[in-house]
């Protein structure tokens, strides 16, 4: 059996000023810190094998706070593959380094959705502009996406594709892997490996600094509470 670790950031800056942040690349809050680092306490037991974060910085800095508090001691390395001299110059020569460090994977299709020209507006005065049904159909449909941005449709399309071809063959190898993303990509994973439909999963809410932890084996999930 294997564990999968979804987590969420921790409060960025945007989130903590209410803007649209999509993928504008702000950090976390000192709020968001501080999540991050209860998040790591929470699951510091659970061995880890592997990190799968994105290419924005919040959820980086969440994963590698998470790690701080990790019972292994190991040290989170980015991997660069395909970075062209930044892969060939960052190789590790210690086999005991080596063993002493969990790879991090960034991606991009694990990014937040796009808000588009939503993004760095404040969300109250949006709703006042647009109207605040128009704006929860832009936040919370399915299928529409705001103005020059993605659906949770679109973000679906690209986070569960990585999901199912990447992160699945690692649990199927009893690896047990946290992703650090964000909310409407952890949304799109939940939604494909619990069956959720799309009404479903535009209700899911999925606070930042909690994990969600599954129990992985022969090919079904279960899940469990952070501290079971």
Not at 190 to 195: C, S, W, Y
Request: aromatic content about 6%.
């Amino acid at each position: 059996m294997s564990q999968l670790i979804l987590l969420r950031h921790g409060q960025s800056e945007w989130n903590k000023r209410n803007l649209f942040t999509g993928w504008v690349d702000v950090p976390l809050s000192s709020e968001g810190i501080a999540e991050a680092l209860a998040a790591g306490a929470l699951i510091s037991e659970i061995p880890i094998d592997i990190i799968i974060t994105t290419t924005l910085v919040r959820a980086q800095m969440t994963a590698f706070l998470v790690m701080t508090k990790h019972h292994s001691n190991k040290v989170p390395v980015v991997i660069h593959q395909s970075e062209g001299r930044l892969e060939e110059w960052s190789q590790i020569y210690s086999e005991e380094a080596r063993n002493n460090t969990i790879p991090v994977i960034r991606t991009s299709e694990l990014n937040e959705r796009a808000y588009g020209e939503l993004q760095g507006l404040n969300k109250i005065e949006t709703s006042e502009k647009y109207g605040p049904e128009q704006v929860r159909i832009w936040r919370r449909s399915f299928d529409t996406p705001p103005p020059k941005g993605e659906s949770l449709a679109m973000t679906a399309a690209r986070s569960i594709p990585y999901f199912e071809k990447t992160i699945i063959p690692l649990l199927e190898e009893n690896k047990n892997v946290l992703v650090c993303a964000h909310g409407n990509s952890l949304r799109s994973i939940i939604m494909d490996l619990e069956g959720l439909s799309k009404d479903e999963v535009v209700h899911l809410e999925l606070a930042t600094g909690i994990p969600v932890i599954y129990d992985f084996s022969k090919g079904s999930f279960g899940k469990r509470k952070a501290d079971a």
